[in-house]
């Protein structure tokens, strides 16, 4: 039987303890091992001998490895979600490591605190202190972890809306984990280069790349890497219209992370499976999740996260027809983000306030043209023109509607079936009202296809119904279009078979 997580600690501690070793060297010996623990997903047993290195070395006086214990054990916390422990170890270890010039130890030093406050959306000083972490690592010819900075560069410049950067700096640290023959650096570069694949909205590019991540974490049995991987997993195969295989991935991805105590992974997952329950009609699901993933991220201080969140309430509250309540937490979100510098999210915000906020729609969406240009982005610029079709068809201007469609969720690289069915439905009420029904039941079929293909991978009867229910709208419309042309016996053939599939599989 293995041991506990406790009874390891203190094995670890005893031996180095008996072996005659000089106190440099044990004080290494004990942050290797610490540093070991911490990787296996046994960070409890690792802060425990962290701790007792700490104090040993305070007693010495020894700075250097009092510098390095306080570095560690601001990672540690930072692992368990505990962000004030973590920032403030990780700024008295750096300060130790400044003051002795510990040339060697300043890339961990600066790494750490770069990426918790990345997390925390503090992405101006994530950029710095990682830009810090970069030199620091090129000085001492440290090649890997100069790659390392590279990566977690890419991630800032993710939020920023910088994806060229940001996949530049990403394909530097999978050049550099392949030519060390690093794992976990190769496994975390294929799962961020999949997350940008998913915002691109290339999700058929992120499959095959999550799968090398978790083929990497799996040989390293590294659990909180996987964690992450079926997370993403989960919302690239949403994208595909999966969602059978994004529901299951997304429930392992909770259950693995809520088993590690990852706060912030659990948070995350909570959020992807709202999206899957509000795409699916659930949405009092949907509210209960963010309400719960809310709680995390507000604890944590998450800020890029806590706008998100706020913004998929609003966009809740706008479909049940609350309206002032829906304006208002776009406009919170918003102000978040603008703060912050995710430049990706408050385009999303913007889009959202220019449909929500009829009396400023237009100022509203002439903003998010300009930040969609500045980001250069193909999935940007197709959001934009999405929205302003809407408006469009809002306004029943149908040739402005019509023009803004062109080309729009025609490729693969602009996004999967949600998009393609909101652009299909998009048309097939444009061209019929324009009164040019060809191309307007073209576009109806569309629509329904994508709907009973993403109907077809769902589990349970009541699941399909329900998704059924909520896409209703484009059997209508198709129902419309042939009533039109005068094939009213097609029309009612179309709507007895969507009332007859939804009653079966309510039964």
């Known amino acids: 039987m293995k041991?506990?997580?406790?009874?390891?600690?203190?094995?670890?501690?005893?031996?180095a303890a008996c072996r005659p070793a000089a106190p440099r060297d044990s004080a290494a010996a004990s942050l290797a091992a610490a540093e070991a623990l911490f990787w296996r997903d046994q960070p409890d047993s690792a802060r425990t001998i962290l701790q007792t290195t700490l104090v040993m070395a305070r007693a010495r006086h020894d700075s250097a490895t009092e510098a390095r214990a306080l570095t560690w054990l601001g990672r540690v916390a930072y692992g368990q979600g505990d962000y004030i422990a973590a920032r403030r170890d990780g700024e008295a270890g750096l300060r130790l490591t400044l003051r002795w010039n510990l040339k060697s130890d300043l890339f961990n030093a600066w790494n750490g605190l770069g990426l918790l406050a990345w997390n925390q959306g503090r992405l101006f000083d994530a950029e710095s202190l990682l830009t810090n972490a970069a030199r620091a690592a090129a000085a001492v010819q440290d090649h890997l972890s100069v790659g390392k900075a590279s990566g977690n560069l890419g991630l800032v410049r993710v939020e920023l809306g910088d994806y060229a950067g940001a996949r530049a700096g990403l394909e530097a640290m999978l050049a550099a984990g392949l030519t060390a023959g690093d794992d976990r650096v190769?496994?975390?570069?294929?799962?961020?280069?999949?997350?940008?694949d998913i915002r691109e909205g290339d999700?058929?590019?992120?499959v095959p790349r999550l799968r090398e991540a978790r083929d990497r974490y799996q040989r390293i049995h590294y659990q909180a890497g996987q964690a992450n991987m079926l997370g993403q997993l989960a919302t690239a195969w949403q994208g595909l219209g999966d969602f059978q295989a994004a529901f299951a991935a997304a429930d392992s991805a909770l259950s693995l992370a809520r088993r590690l105590n990852l706060r912030q992974e659990v948070a995350a997952d909570l959020e992807v499976i709202a999206v899957l329950d509000r795409e699916t009609g659930d949405a009092p699901a949907a509210l209960r999740r963010l309400e719960e993933?809310?709680?995390?991220?507000?604890?944590?201080?998450?800020?890029?996260?806590?706008?998100?969140?706020?913004?998929?309430?609003a966009e809740i509250r706008l479909e049940t027809g609350q309206r002032a309540t829906a304006v208002s937490g776009g406009k919170d979100a918003l102000a978040i983000h603008a703060a912050v510098g995710a430049q990706p999210e408050r385009l999303a915000d913007l889009l959202f306030l220019a449909q929500a906020d009829s009396a400023s729609s237009a100022t509203w969406l002439s903003a998010a043209g300009r930040l969609a240009d500045s980001l250069g982005t193909r999935r940007a610029r197709a959001d934009v023109r999405l929205t302003t079709a809407e408006l469009a068809l809002a306004a029943r201007r149908w040739p402005t509607a019509i023009r803004a469609l062109?080309?729009?969720g025609d490729g693969p690289e602009t996004g999967g079936p949600g998009l393609r069915f909101q652009v299909a439905v998009a048309k097939a009420r444009a061209y019929a009202g324009d009164r040019r029904w060809p191309e307007a039941e073209v576009a109806a079929r569309r629509a329904v296809e994508v709907v009973e293909r993403i109907r077809g991978s769902l589990g349970t009867g009541w699941t399909r119904a329900r998704f059924l229910a909520s896409r209703a709208g484009a059997f209508a419309t198709l129902a419309e279009i042939l009533?039109?042309?005068?094939?009213?016996?097609?029309?009612?053939?179309?709507?007895?078979a969507v009332r007859g599939r939804a009653l079966l599989e309510h039964l």
């Open 203 to 206: 999700f058929r590019a992120a």
């Open 406 to 408: 062109e080309g729009v």
């Open 3 to 15: 041991p506990g997580k406790a009874a390891l600690a203190a094995m670890v501690v005893a031996s």
């Open 186 to 196: 190769e496994g975390n570069a294929l799962a961020n280069l999949a997350m940008l």
């Open 293 to 313: 993933a809310q709680a995390i991220n507000r604890s944590l201080d998450l800020r890029v996260e806590t706008g998100t969140d706020l913004r998929r309430v």
């Open 483 to 496: 009533v039109a042309r005068g094939r009213v016996e097609e029309a009612f053939a179309v709507s007895d």
